[in-house]
Nanobody
């Protein structure tokens, strides 16, 4: 059974930092590209960041580039998202996803973790 479990969300103030984690089980983690998405209140889920299987290639949405850093530890089957200089517009439920192929959509999703940034 494939499981992706996010953790690390919470309530913070503008300018604070948080690190999200996504622990993966039930699949060969190092063979899957990974990504972070977020769903703000009243909006659809949007891409935030992605990382290749080895971690050597990353991609970011314009809205988070320079503030967020995606990384992975294949030995620990864990994906991370370091979020710095958080803004109220970063308030959302954050989801991690896993995909086998770089072409197409994500195959597996976590349940999400809430991040709330107060002004």
């Amino acid at each position: 059974q494939v499981q992706l479990v996010e953790s690390g969300g919470g309530l913070v103030q503008t300018g604070d930092s948080l690190r999200l984690s996504c622990t993966v089980s039930g699949l060969p983690f190092s063979s899957y590209a990974m990504g972070w998405f977020r769903r703000a209140p009243g909006k659809e889920r949007q891409f935030a960041a992605s990382i290749s299987t080895s971690g050597g290639s990353t991609n970011y949405a314009d809205s988070v580039r320079g503030r967020f850093t995606i990384s992975r530890d294949n030995a620990k089957n864990t994906l991370y998202l370091q979020m710095n200089k958080l803004q109220p517009e970063d308030t959302a439920v954050y989801y991690c996803g896993a995909r086998k192929s770089v072409i197409g959509g994500y195959d597996y999703w976590g349940q999400g973790t809430q991040v709330t940034v107060s002004s």
